[in-house]
């Protein structure tokens, strides 16, 4: 996966030419986010820049001939969080297949994180202090697929931000409809089990592979 040069926060309202159905659902975003404590990213607080670099470095790969998108990777990514939703400490503990995908899937990850854009993992820190995150992207000849996981501080919790966060998910999708946001907003669920909440994005490989060729020639 390949982060979107200049993503528009799913939290961040869009001008006044919004849709009705959108401005509603902006408004049940707020609603659930303010509901359940979840930080949304504000336009103005997030540092485009690291994005825009990561961008410039996948393109410079392509430039290069080093980045074949079709090739199998997998890396998983080890982290704890700070009071801000920042990671702390991350480090690989699984780096396979393709080297260029999987050191630009580090990238990815390292670029939403000094972006700010990982302010919803907020909450979960709040919820369990100091807690393990793990990110996982794995690409085969089918499809692609990129969790993350942690730990919460009881059963309860884990339920509760999972349904939170998936209402969350479905009222972005909508606020950004037409965008390739949509597309990854709608391809992301969240679910529980025990203590343990994850999100889980899927995707057939062929459709990443173009949305990722789309990004990199707008950029």
Known sequence: MIASASPTPAGSPTPSDQKPEISAAQKELDRVAAENNIELPK??????????????DANKLKNEGKLDLNQPFEIVIESELDENGKLKNPRFTKKA???????????MIGALNDSGF???????NEDNPGTKIIFTVKQDQTEVVATVESDTSSIDSARKLANGFNILLAAGAITRKG?????????TKVSSDEKRIKFNFTMPRQLVVDLIKKQLAAS
Do not use: C, T
């Open 43 to 56: 336009e103005g607080e997030i540092n485009k820049k690291a994005l825009k670099d990561f961008a410039a």
């Open 179 to 187: 965008k390739d946001e949509e597309v990854l907003l709608k391809n």
């Open 118 to 124: 990982l302010v919803y993992l907020k909450r979960i």
């Open 97 to 107: 297949g393709d080297p260029h995908l999987a050191e630009l899937s580090g990238g």
